[in-house]
């Protein structure tokens, strides 16, 4: 058993409908749903059998599955091209397992939790003032990537848990006129910034930390307003340093953690400063749950293997090209842009661990929006495209507003979609609903193959109590975990971003073009635009 032997398995899936596998659908909904962490999974309405479902239990068997989670969470070297550990699991475990996994360098993770801690604590309780001498009322933090996409995803996901006071912004696009529509509404006296770069010399970081240092001097007659509100998240401490921030406000990463895994290290301080140190601890118990129902539980209950090998049954077998992301809540709206980066960033990869050509595809195209917007949008494309699209609904089962009909209405249609997506609606059954409604033969005739829905989509439900920092910890840990079983059975390293860094190299080559330097190595498109560009701005 293998994934290219998944196109033969998947004949009769191909043919059969979703519906008709409801037959007994007390059973099915029983056999077909997990819950751990808080979550709770129904994945009853994707189209597979059991016996389909235990040929997938056999592939993670034959990928050695349950050797690769152990390799991971005891510290092998996983990550081969970059020769490195994947640890951003033990930076939400106890400190005993921390000790036993990292041995000497736990102690150094420890003192950096605690000096995080400490830092959260004297800028709430107002210890640590402003260059001026108030108390902050803001909070910068600047990086992309994965020093920002889980920031952005936290701190909306839990608005209703910002207890501290402080107000945080997030800026990671190096277009000027984002970095200024967030400045206009900030007062350079009570705010701090946090700069997070793991090497310190990403260009867009950097670009965006001096146009910020730049308007806090301009704006402020203390010549140490760096040093005193300045925090940098980095391993090079030396350029950090030059930049003006100091040392002891210079928190360490590891390269042990890869940036979209980062969120529970330090690079979360930005999130801690907003939700205070008991809720981000609770962000990180909930992710340690799920790291353990991962770990200790059989495949066929286990949350993140489920949704790993399901997703891999959409991809390979029944070759759908994409994943949609529908989180019916508001809190979650950011969701899908992290999980474009987790997931895609991670196993958008057609090369093994060997350096071999893969024969199967992989990572789908991740999109999505929050409920109900996705409806009235590319949902529509969903249900009567030819375009199959998989799709994981996320809702939460208590509404956070005081508008309890309005939460009501919107799980409804959560359900619904589901619901919808997998039923759709035949010729026959438009039909009989025109003729219901009084049309004249003529009319139906015209009108009916316009309203039929080809049904037979996928889709997980994924149920959350109430959103808490500990059930957004477990939802997060789910997908990190899901990705990495994608990518042990599809042969693949998760954790390096080779098409990334190609990006940066030509971007420093073109901009070195666009100020005088060299242009032949560039084809004749981008030196056309390149002169247009420097045309334009010398007008």
Request: charged share 20%; aromatic share 8%.
């Given at each position: 058993m293998d994934i290219s032997s998944l196109l033969q398995l998947s004949k009769a899936a191909k043919s059969r409908s979703i519906v008709s596998l409801f037959a007994d659908s007390e059973s099915r909904v029983e056999n077909y749903s997990t819950a751990s962490a808080g979550l709770y999974l129904d994945f009853s309405k994707q189209n597979i059998t059991s016996s389909e479902l235990n040929q997938l239990f056999e592939l993670a068997e034959k990928s050695n599955l349950a050797e690769k989670i152990k390799a991971q969470f005891s510290g092998e070297v996983i990550n081969n091209t970059e020769k490195r550990a994947v640890l951003h699991s033990v930076l939400r475990a106890p400190d005993v397992i921390k000790q036993k996994i990292l041995a000497a360098s736990a102690d150094e993770v420890i003192a950096t939790e605690q000096h995080m801690a400490e830092i959260v604590d004297d800028i709430s309780t107002g210890k640590l003032l402003s260059a001026s001498g108030e108390k902050f009322t803001d909070v910068i933090a600047i990086g992309i990537g994965g020093s920002y996409y889980g920031i952005k995803v936290s701190l909306s996901a839990l608005n209703t848990f910002h207890t501290t006071g402080l107000n945080a912004h997030v800026i990671a696009n190096?277009?000027?006129?984002?970095?200024?529509?967030?400045?206009?509404?900030?007062?350079?006296?009570?705010?701090?910034?946090?700069?997070?770069?793991?090497?310190?010399?990403?260009?867009?970081?950097?670009?965006?930390?001096?146009?910020?240092?730049?308007?806090?001097?301009?704006?402020?007659?203390?010549?140490?307003?760096?040093?005193?509100?300045?925090?940098?998240?980095?391993?090079?401490?030396?350029?950090?340093?030059?930049?003006?921030?100091?040392?002891?406000?210079?928190?360490?990463?590891?390269?042990?953690?890869?940036?979209?895994?980062?969120?529970?290290?330090?690079v979360g301080l930005p999130l801690a400063l907003v939700i205070g140190n008991e809720n981000f601890n609770k962000l990180k118990q909930g992710a340690y749950q799920m790291d353990q129902h991962f770990q200790n539980t059989p495949f066929e209950q286990n949350m993140p293997v489920l949704m790993a090998l399901l997703g891999i049954w959409?991809?390979?077998?029944?070759?759908?090209?994409?994943?949609?992301?529908?989180?019916?809540?508001?809190?979650?709206?950011?969701?899908?842009?992290?999980?474009?980066?987790?997931?895609?960033?991670?196993?958008?990869?057609?090369?093994?661990?060997?350096?071999?050509?893969?024969?199967?595809?992989?990572?789908?195209?991740?999109?999505?929006?929050?409920?109900?917007?996705?409806?009235?949008?590319?949902?529509?494309?969903?249900?009567?495209?030819?375009?199959?699209?998989?799709?994981?609904?996320?809702?939460?089962?208590?509404?956070?507003?005081?508008?309890?009909?309005?939460?009501?209405?919107?799980?409804?249609?959560?359900?619904?979609?589901?619901?919808?997506?997998?039923?759709?609606?035949?010729?026959?059954?438009?039909?009989?609903?025109?003729?219901?409604?009084?049309?004249?033969?003529e009319d139906i005739a015209m009108l009916a193959p316009h309203k039929t829905m080809k049904g037979n989509t996928p889709s997980n439900t994924l149920l959350l109590d109430k959103m808490t920092p500990e059930n957004l910890g477990a939802l997060l840990a789910l997908y990190e975990h899901k990705i990495f079983v994608q990518g042990v059975i599809w042969q693949l390293n998760s954790f390096d971003q080779w098409g990334v860094e190609l990006g940066k190299q030509l971007g420093n080559s073109i901009l070195a073009a666009m100020k005088g330097g060299e242009t032949t190595m560039l084809s004749a498109s981008s030196q056309n635009l390149i002169k247009r560009f420097n045309t334009s701005t010398h007008k």
């Amino acid at each position: 058993m293998d994934i290219s032997s998944l196109l033969q398995l998947s004949k009769a899936a191909k043919s059969r409908s979703i519906v008709s596998l409801f037959a007994d659908s007390e059973s099915r909904v029983e056999n077909y749903s997990t819950a751990s962490a808080g979550l709770y999974l129904d994945f009853s309405k994707q189209n597979i059998t059991s016996s389909e479902l235990n040929q997938l239990f056999e592939l993670a068997e034959k990928s050695n599955l349950a050797e690769k989670i152990k390799a991971q969470f005891s510290g092998e070297v996983i990550n081969n091209t970059e020769k490195r550990a994947v640890l951003h699991s033990v930076l939400r475990a106890p400190d005993v397992i921390k000790q036993k996994i990292l041995a000497a360098s736990a102690d150094e993770v420890i003192a950096t939790e605690q000096h995080m801690a400490e830092i959260v604590d004297d800028i709430s309780t107002g210890k640590l003032l402003s260059a001026s001498g108030e108390k902050f009322t803001d909070v910068i933090a600047i990086g992309i990537g994965g020093s920002y996409y889980g920031i952005k995803v936290s701190l909306s996901a839990l608005n209703t848990f910002h207890t501290t006071g402080l107000n945080a912004h997030v800026i990671a696009n190096v277009d000027g006129a984002a970095v200024e529509e967030k400045l206009a509404k900030l007062n350079v006296a009570t705010t701090l910034v946090v700069v997070i770069s793991k090497t310190f010399t990403t260009q867009e970081t950097l670009l965006n930390a001096l146009a910020v240092k730049n308007w806090m001097l301009k704006h402020s007659a203390d010549a140490d307003i760096i040093e005193k509100q300045w925090f940098a998240v980095s391993t090079n401490i030396s350029k950090a340093t030059e930049f003006g921030v100091l040392a002891k406000n210079i928190l360490p990463m590891w390269d042990w953690v890869g940036g979209r895994f980062s969120l529970w290290s330090a690079v979360g301080l930005p999130l801690a400063l907003v939700i205070g140190n008991e809720n981000f601890n609770k962000l990180k118990q909930g992710a340690y749950q799920m790291d353990q129902h991962f770990q200790n539980t059989p495949f066929e209950q286990n949350m993140p293997v489920l949704m790993a090998l399901l997703g891999i049954w959409n991809r390979n077998a029944l070759q759908y090209s994409s994943l949609a992301i529908l989180p019916y809540d508001h809190s979650l709206r950011a969701l899908p842009g992290y999980l474009q980066q987790t997931d895609m960033e991670s196993n958008g990869k057609s090369v093994s661990n060997a350096g071999e050509k893969l024969a199967w595809q992989t990572a789908p195209t991740v999109f999505g929006q929050e409920g109900t917007n996705g409806q009235h949008a590319f949902m529509q494309l969903m249900h009567q495209s030819d375009e199959i699209i998989p799709t994981d609904f996320i809702v939460c089962l208590k509404g956070a507003s005081k508008l309890p009909e309005h939460h009501q209405v919107l799980v409804a249609n959560c359900f619904a979609q589901s619901e919808a997506l997998m039923r759709g609606k035949t010729l026959a059954e438009v039909e009989d609903e025109l003729t219901v409604a009084g049309l004249t033969a003529e009319d139906i005739a015209m009108l009916a193959p316009h309203k039929t829905m080809k049904g037979n989509t996928p889709s997980n439900t994924l149920l959350l109590d109430k959103m808490t920092p500990e059930n957004l910890g477990a939802l997060l840990a789910l997908y990190e975990h899901k990705i990495f079983v994608q990518g042990v059975i599809w042969q693949l390293n998760s954790f390096d971003q080779w098409g990334v860094e190609l990006g940066k190299q030509l971007g420093n080559s073109i901009l070195a073009a666009m100020k005088g330097g060299e242009t032949t190595m560039l084809s004749a498109s981008s030196q056309n635009l390149i002169k247009r560009f420097n045309t334009s701005t010398h007008k």
